[in-house]
C-alpha cells in the first residue's frame, strides 16, 4: 500500500506511514509496530526488518521461560533504541520530530485486571491522564503478554503498576481506536481511511511447543476468531461508506496445525497469494486512492456512535442574496445545457466552460442554474476543481452518497457510473474552480452522453479548443453592476432617487466586478453607511476595504477582492509574476505585445535618438527587463508566450486583437492590486523597466505598437517631471505620432530645461531638442514660436556645422515649413528653393533627400496657385523617382498620389482619379490596406470621386477611411478627424445635412479637446460646420460660428493668412444670405484687395475672390458691376486654368447670371449652353456641377418663352438628381418645384392659346 501511494512522489519523506496516516495504534505486536511507525518514524522495509529481527531473536526462540524471555526481550528494546539513537530515558509525550504529527495509540491492560485497559499515547486526552511512559517501557508493556512474557512494572509515583499486552482482552482494538482518534481530533473530523490489519488465522501464532501450553494456543485460536468476528461486524456498519477496509490472511494457513512451526518465507508467499486476489486488489487500490485524496466521508461523532450509517447527500453550495440575473450569460448557459445539440456533436457529456477573473461571478451563475433547474437532473454533483485529489475525493462522495449499493465504489467505477445512462434521468456535474492549468482533466470526466459537465475556471484558455461551449463571463454591465448594489442595500424607491448617481459612481469605481460589488454591500450594510460615504472611504483606504475579508450572508464563508486577486498570482510561475508587475506600472488596457518584440529587437538598450548619457534609472531597467524576457541572456518569443499564457491560466490578463498585434488588458482593480502589492524594494526597478519599454517604443516609422502607447505614457505622468532627457524626448515623440501635440509640449519643454543642466552637453544636440520641440508647436498650431526655435537652431546648427551640412539644410527645409504653415509664402518660396539647390549641390539631383525637398518645393507652390509649375515638378520628381527606385516604392507610390492630386486641382479630375486608383492598389498590394499611405490615398481618391460627383462611391470609400483611420490611430487622432471631416462634407453634397452636421460637431469638440479652441484645424471645421449650418437655413448659427472663425483666425495667425481671408471671404457669404449685401461688398471688396495684395491677381483664390464679390453685387442690383468682375474673371480663368477646368466652366455659368440680370437673356443662353457642353464633356452629365448647369439652362430658356425646351431639360435634371443625390436632397426637392413651376405655365400658355383660338 505504502508502495502505491508514494508510487509517483519523489519525496522520501512519504515513504513512512506516520506522513500518510493521522493515527496508528495496535495491541500486543501490533502495538509495537504501531510504536516503529509512530514514534520511531520508520519506514516500512525498516519496521519489517525490525519486526523479523523481533520474531527470530525473541518471541519464536525456542526453550526458554518467561522471566528469560522478558530480559531477552528488554535487552532487544535497548539495542533497537540505540540502534536508532534514541534515549532509553526518552517518553512517549517528549516532542517528537519522527513522529510527523502522527498520533499514537495503545492499548495496554492492567496484570491484576486484564478486561481493564489503558491506553498508551503520544498526545494529551482531556478524558483521562495519559500514562507518560518511556519508548522502551510502552515497547515492553505491548509485548509482554503471558505466558511467553513476565509483566511489565513501572514505578511511578512511588506506586508500581504492572502492564501486560492487551491481546487478551482486545484483539481488534479498532473501536478503541476510532475512540482516541474521536478524542484527539474531535467530533467533526472528517475520516478518510479506517485501515484494519487483521492477525490471520490462528495458525500464524506460534508458540512453545510444550504441553502445558496447549491450552493456550486454542485459547488464541479463539481470539484471532473472535477478532474476525469484529472486523465482520464494523465492515457491515461502515462498509457502505468505503472508508473502511480489513485486510487479513487466511487463505492457505487455516489448513496448518497450530501445533506447527511457520517460517516467515512461507508467510510472505502466502501474504502474496492474499494480495494478488481481485477483490483485495481492488480494495487496495480503494485505499491508496483515498489516502492520496484525504478527503473525509463521515465525521468521527458518526462513526463512532452510529457506524456511520446516517450519511447526507452533500448540498450545494449556498447562493448569494445579491444575485443579479446577467441575461446574455444565462441564455447561453441555457442554450448549451439544455438546448438542442449540435448534429455533429453527439458523442460525449455536453461541456461548458465558462471562464473569468477570480470574483466574476462563474460559480454563483452555475448555482443559480443549477437551482432553477434541479428537476431537469436526476443528480446534480458539485465538484472542487482546484486539484486532481480534490476532484477525486468530491466525485467519490457524491456517487457513495446515493445509496448503499454505491458505497465500495472507487473514483473508476464512479466515473463509468456516471457515463452510463440512468433510469432516474442524466446528472449535471459542476467542477468548479478547475484552474491549475497542469491539470489533466480529461481523466476525470465522465466519457458518456449520459451527463452534463459545467466547468468553472480562471483559465481562459481551457475552453478555446471548444468556443462554441466556451463563455467568457466578463465583469458585468453597468446595469448589472447598479442592480446588484441596489438589490445589495435593500433600497427603496425614494432612498435609490437620491442616492443613484452614488450607485452608478461606485459601480465604476470598483470596475463592475461582482466580488467587489459583494464586498462593497456588506460593508455598507455592517458599517451602515451610504454608497457617497463609502465612496469617499474608498478614496483614502482602499487596500483595507478591498483586502478587508467580510462575510456577505451568515451560510457564506468570508470574501475579500485582494485575497482573490493574491490567489491567481501566487499561482503564477516566477518570471510570470515580474511581467505582470511590470505591467501594473503601465495603463490597465491595450499594451502591445509587438512593443516587447521591439524592444527586444533594439537589445532592450537602444534608443532611436539619445541625447545625453543615459542615467542609473535606465541600466535599472534595462537589467530587469533582461531578467524578465531572456532566457540566460537569450531572447526567444516563446518565452513570452509562456509567460502571457500562465497569466491567461489565471484570467489576471486577458487578450484582444488590435491593428497587427495583440493587445494585453488587465481589469483595473488587479491592475491597481498587483501595483500596490509591489514590494517597496522592487518598485523603482519596476517603474525604471517600465519607462525603458515604452522609451523604446520611440522609433522614426510608426509600428504597430505606436498608437497603443500614449495612454501608458499619460498614466505615467507623475513620473514626467523626473523623467531623463532621452526618456523625455522618447514619450514626447510617441505623443507626437498619436496627434497628442499639447501633451508631447509637456515632456519635450521638461526635456529642454533638463537639458540645460548638463554642463558638457553638445550643443548640437541641444538644435536636435529645439526642433523636435517646434515640429510639436507647429502641429500645436503655436507657429510663431515654432519660426523662433527653428531660427535659433538654424544658427547653432550654422555656427557649428557650417551652412552646407545636411543637419542645417533639414533645419531650414523644416522653417520654410513653418513659413508656409504662417502664409509666408514668398519667404518659404525662397527658403526652399534654397535648401532644393544646396541638396542638388551637395548630394545629387536623384538622391532622395533631394527628391524630397522638391517636393516640398512643390507644395509651397501648390500654395501660391502656380499648379502648372506644380505639374511639371512632379512628373519630373515622378520619373526620377520610377527610375531611381522603381515604380514600386512607397517614395514613388507618394508622388504619383501628389501628382494625382495637382491634376485634380488643374481640373483634370479624370486623370487624378485614374492615377489615384493605381496608385491605391499599389498602396494595398505593397503596404497593405491599413497603412496610414494607403489610407491617405483613399482620402484622396474620395475627394476627386465627390468632385467628380460621384457622391456615393465617394461616401463609401470615406466611411471606410475612418473605420481605418480609427482602428489604427484611434477615435482622437487628427488624421483620423480630418477622415471625419471629409465624410462630413460628403454626407453635406449628398443633402445628409443633418448626418454632416452630427459628425462635425464630434470632430469639433475632439479638436478643441485634442488640439485646443486655438489651433488652426479646430478653426477650420468650425468653418465647415458653420457651412452645414448654413445648407440647414440655421443662418444666425452660421453667422456667429464664422464671425468667431474669423475673429480666431485674425488672432492667431494675423490678418493676412490666406485662412484668415477665406473666413472673411465665408462670413461675407453668409451676411448676403442674410440679405446684408452692404457688409458682405464691403468684408469682399476687402479680402480681395488682400488677395491681389498676397497671392497676385492671377492666383485661383483671388479669382474666387472676384467672383464672390461679383456675387453680391448682384444682390445688390450691381449688374454692371458685377458683369465687368465675371467677364474679368472668366477671362483670367480661360488662360490660366483653361477652358476645360470645372472652374472656368462656372465662370461662364456666373457671368450668364449677370448677363440675365441686366436682361441679356440671348446671350446668357449662349454661354449656359457652351457650359453645359463643357460640364458634359468633362464632368460628365450626371455630375451635381452639370445638373446645376442643365438647371441654370432651364430657367433661361424659360424666361425666353421656350417653355417646351426649359420642361424637357427640367425633367431630365429631376430624373437625374433623383439618382444621384436622392429625392429628399434640397437640389432633387428645388428641380421638383421647378417642373411643377415650369409645368403650370405651360399649360397656362396652352390655355391662353386655346382662349384666342376659340374666341
Known amino acids: 500500500m505504502m508502495h502505491q501511494l508514494n508510487y509517483n512522489t519523489k519525496d522520501d519523506s512519504l515513504d513512512r506511514p506516520c506522513t500518510a496516516f493521522d493515527m496508528i495504534g495496535g495491541v500486543g505486536s501490533g502495538g509495537f509496530i504501531a510504536i516503529l511507525f509512530v514514534v520511531l518514524g520508520l519506514k516500512i522495509e525498516d519496521s519489517i526488518e525490525e519486526f523479523t529481527n523481533l520474531s527470530v531473536n525473541v518471541l519464536d526462540k525456542q526453550g526458554v521461560d518467561a522471566d528469560t524471555r522478558t530480559a531477552i526481550l528488554s535487552e532487544h528494546v535497548d539495542g533497537l533504541l540505540k540502534k536508532y539513537q534514541i534515549d532509553r530515558t526518552s517518553r512517549l509525550l ?131 476468531l473472535d477478532a474476525e468476528r469484529k472486523a465482520q461486524t464494523l465492515d457491515a456498519q461502515m462498509g457502505r461508506l468505503g472508508i473502511y477496509s480489513r485486510f487479513s490472511v487466511s487463505n492457505g494457513l487455516e489448513r496448518i496445525t497450530s501445533a506447527a512451526t511457520i517460517g516467515l518465507g512461507e508467510i510472505m508467499t502466502h501474504t502474496k497469494v492474499y494480495l494478488d486476489d481481485t477483490q483485495v486488489t481492488r480494495k487496495m487500490d480503494s485505499c491508496v486512492e483515498s489516502l492520496r485524496i484525504r478527503d473525509g466521508v463521515s465525521s468521527l461523532d458518526q462513526i463512532r456512535h452510529t457506524g456511520g450509517q446516517a450519511i447526507l447527500t452533500p448540498q450545494l453550495p449556498p447562493l448569494t442574496k445579491t444575485f443579479v440575473m446577467r441575461k446574455k450569460p444565462w441564455e447561453f448557459v441555457e442554450r448549451v445545457l439544455l438546448g438542442p445539440r449540435d448534429p455533429n456533436d453527439i458523442d460525449g457529456p455536453r461541456m461548458l466552460f465558462i471562464t473569468g477573473i477570480g470574483g ?82 480529461s481523466s476525470l470526466l465522465p466519457q458518456g452522453d449520459a451527463c452534463a459537465i459545467a466547468i468553472t475556471s480562471r483559465n481562459g484558455l481551457l475552453g478555446d479548443t471548444q468556443p462554441e461551449v466556451h463563455l467568457q463571463l466578463d465583469i458585468m454591465s453597468l446595469d448589472e453592476a447598479t442592480e446588484l448594489l441596489i438589490h445589495g442595500l435593500s433600497l427603496s424607491a425614494s432612498a435609490l432617487d437620491r442616492v443613484r448617481s452614488d450607485v452608478l459612481e461606485l459601480a465604476k469605481a470598483l470596475g463592475c466586478l461582482p466580488i467587489a460589488l459583494q464586498q462593497a454591500c456588506a460593508y455598507m450594510r455592517q458599517a451602515k453607511c451610504s454608497p457617497r460615504e463609502y465612496l469617499e472611504r474608498l478614496s483614502v483606504n482602499r487596500e483595507k476595504l478591498l483586502g478587508q475579508a467580510i462575510k456577505l450572508q451568515v451560510n457564506m464563508r468570508s470574501i475579500s477582492t485582494y485575497a482573490a486577486f493574491e490567489t491567481s498570482f501566487r499561482r503564477l510561475p516566477r518570471a510570470s509574476q515580474k511581467l505582470i508587475r511590470l505591467l501594473s506600472c503601465l495603463y490597465w488596457g491595450r499594451f502591445p505585445l509587438e512593443l516587447v518584440k521591439l524592444a527586444a529587437r533594439y537589445k532592450f538598450a537602444e534608443y532611436d535618438m539619445a541625447f545625453v548619457e543615459h542615467g542609473d534609472d535606465y541600466h535599472t531597467g534595462k537589467m530587469l527587463l533582461e531578467d524578465i524576457f531572456l532566457d540566460n541572456g537569450e531572447w526567444k518569443i516563446t518565452n513570452l508566450d509562456d509567460m502571457i499564457i500562465s497569466l491567461q491560466n489565471y484570467s489576471l490578463v486577458s487578450t484582444v486583437r488590435g491593428v497587427d498585434t495583440l493587445l494585453l488588458q488587465m481589469h483595473p482593480l488587479t ?221 514613388t507610390i507618394n508622388a504619383s498620389n501628389n501628382l494625382a492630386n495637382t491634376y485634380r486641382r488643374l481640373g483634370r479630375l479624370n486623370d487624378a482619379k485614374v492615377l489615384q486608383e493605381e496608385v491605391l492598389e499599389l498602396c494595398k498590394e505593397i503596404l497593405g490596406e491599413k497603412h496610414p499611405t494607403t489610407c491617405s490615398t483613399s482620402g484622396d481618391l474620395a475627394i476627386s470621386y465627390r468632385e467628380l460627383g460621384m457622391l456615393n462611391e465617394a461616401k463609401a470609400l470615406e466611411e471606410e477611411v475612418l473605420e481605418l483611420r480609427k482602428n489604427t490611430l484611434g477615435d482622437r487622432h487628427p488624421d483620423t478627424l480630418v477622415a471625419s471631416n471629409n465624410l462630413a462634407l460628403t454626407y453635406s453634397s449628398l443633402g445628409m445635412l443633418d448626418e454632416a452636421k452630427a459628425l462635425q460637431e464630434e470632430v469639433l469638440e475632439l479638436r478643441k ?177 452639370t445638373l446645376d448647369a442643365s438647371a441654370n439652362l432651364a430657367s433661361t430658356y424659360s424666361d425666353l418663352g421656350k417653355l417646351e425646351e426649359a420642361k424637357l431639360l427640367e425633367k431630365e435634371v429631376l430624373r437625374l438628381r433623383k439618382q444621384v443625390l436622392g429625392e429628399q436632397h434640397p437640389d432633387t426637392i428645388d428641380a421638383a418645384k421647378n417642373l411643377a413651376i415650369t409645368s403650370r405655365m405651360l399649360q397656362r400658355s396652352k390655355m391662353r392659346k386655346e382662349y384666342h383660338v376659340s374666341s
Not at 386 to 398: G, M, P, Q, T
Not at 817 to 834: D, F, H, N, P, S
Open 94 to 224: 517528549d516532542l517528537n520530530e519522527r513522529s510527523k504529527g502522527c498520533k499514537l495509540a495503545v492499548p495496554v491492560s492492567y496484570k491484576q485486571h486484564a478486561g481493564s485497559i489503558c491506553i498508551l499515547r503520544n498526545f494529551s486526552s482531556r478524558r483521562e491522564t495519559t500514562p507518560n511512559l518511556t519508548i522502551a517501557e510502552a515497547m515492553m508493556a505491548t509485548l509482554t503478554t503471558p505466558p511467553l512474557f513476565t509483566s511489565t512494572q513501572v514505578l511511578k509515583d512511588a506506586a508500581t503498576f504492572e502492564y501486560i499486552g492487551a491481546d487478551w482482552t482486545h484483539s481488534n482494538p479498532t473501536q478503541e481506536i476510532i475512540a482516541e482518534a474521536h478524542e484527539a481530533f474531535g467530533a467533526e473530523a472528517k475520516v478518510t481511511c479506517i485501515l484494519n490489519l487483521g492477525c490471520g488465522h490462528p495458525g500464524i501464532f506460534i508458540s512453545p511447543n510444550h504441553s502445558n501450553l496447549d491450552e493456550w494456543n486454542q485459547f488464541l485460536e479463539r481470539l484471532a
Open 671 to 891: 491592475h491597481e492590486w498587483v501595483h500596490e502589492y509591489i514590494p517597496m524594494s522592487e518598485k523603482h526597478s519596476f517603474q525604471s523597466a517600465a519607462i525603458l519599454l515604452v522609451a523604446l517604443g520611440a522609433r522614426d516609422e510608426r509600428t504597430a505598437a505606436t498608437q497603443y502607447l500614449a495612454s501608458h505614457i499619460t498614466h505615467m505622468e507623475p513620473y514626467w517631471n523626473h523623467l531623463h532627457v532621452n526618456d523625455s524626448m522618447a514619450f514626447g515623440s510617441i505623443l507626437y505620432q498619436n496627434g497628442l501635440y499639447q501633451t508631447a509640449l509637456k515632456v519635450q519643454e521638461h526635456a529642454i530645461d533638463d537639458f540645460k543642466q548638463y554642463s558638457d552637453a553638445d550643443d548640437t544636440k541641444f538644435s536636435d531638442l529645439l526642433l523636435n520641440l517646434s515640429l510639436t508647436l507647429s502641429a500645436s498650431g503655436e507657429l510663431k514660436e515654432a519660426e523662433r526655435l527653428q531660427k535659433e537652431a538654424i544658427e547653432i546648427r550654422k555656427k557649428i556645422l557650417g551652412v552646407q551640412h545636411p543637419d542645417t539644410i533639414t533645419a531650414s527645409a523644416n522653417l520654410a515649413g513653418t513659413y508656409r504653415e504662417l502664409g509666408k509664402l514668398i519667404e518659404a518660396k525662397v527658403l526652399q528653393e534654397e535648401v532644393v539647390n544646396l541638396r542638388k549641390a551637395i548630394l545629387g539631383a536623384r538622391h532622395l533627400s533631394t527628391l524630397t525637398a522638391s517636393n516640398n518645393l512643390a507644395n509651397i507652390y501648390v500654395n501660391l496657385g502656380t499648379f502648372n509649375e506644380v505639374k511639371v515638378l512632379q512628373e519630373e520628381m515622378l520619373e526620377l523617382r520610377k527610375e531611381i527606385l522603381g515604380k514600386r516604392h512607397s517614395e
Open 1009 to 1185: 479637446e485634442v488640439l485646443g479652441e486655438r489651433h488652426p484645424d479646430t478653426i477650420s471645421v468650425s468653418g465647415c460646420l458653420a457651412n452645414t449650418y448654413r445648407g440647414l437655413g440655421r443662418l444666425q448659427d452660421a453667422q456667429f460660428l464664422r464671425e468667431k472663425v474669423l475673429e480666431m483666425s485674425k488672432a492667431i495667425l494675423g490678418e493676412l493668412h490666406p485662412d484668415t481671408v477665406i473666413a472673411s471671404n465665408n462670413l461675407a457669404i453668409t451676411y448676403m444670405d442674410l440679405g446684408r449685401f452692404n457688409e458682405a461688398k464691403a468684408l469682399q471688396e476687402k479680402v480681395l484687395e488682400q488677395r491681389k495684395e498676397i497671392l497676385g491677381k492671377r492666383h485661383p483664390d483671388t479669382l474666387a475672390a472676384f467672383n464672390n464679390l461679383a456675387g453680391t453685387y448682384q444682390g445688390l442690383g450691381m449688374f454692371n458691376e458685377a458683369k465687368v468682375l465675371q467677364e474679368e474673371v472668366l477671362e483670367l480663368r480661360t488662360e490660366i486654368l483653361g477652358e476645360q477646368h470645372p472652374d472656368t466652366i462656372t465662370a461662364s455659368s456666373n457671368l450668364a447670371i449677370a448677363y440675365k440680370g441686366l436682361g441679356m437673356l440671348n446671350e446668357a443662353k449662349i454661354l449656359q449652353e457652351r457650359a453645359l457642353e463643357k460640364s458634359k464633356e468633362v464632368l460628365g452629365e450626371r455630375h451635381p456641377d
Open 360 to 441: 466574476c461571478g462563474k460559480t454563483q451563475l452555475m448555482l443559480r442554474f443549477m437551482k432553477e433547474h434541479k428537476s431537469q437532473f436526476a443528480y446534480q454533483f458539485f465538484i472542487d476543481g482546484s486539484s486532481e485529489d480534490r476532484i477525486r475525493a468530491d466525485i467519490i462522495r457524491n456517487v457513495r452518497a446515493l445509496g448503499t449499493e454505491y458505497s465500495q465504489k472507487g473514483f473508476e467505477d464512479c466515473v463509468l457510473f456516471l457515463s452510463y445512462p440512468s433510469r432516474e434521468g442524466r446528472s449535471l456535474l459542476l467542477y468548479d474552480n478547475v484552474d491549475d492549468p497542469n491539470l489533466d482533466l
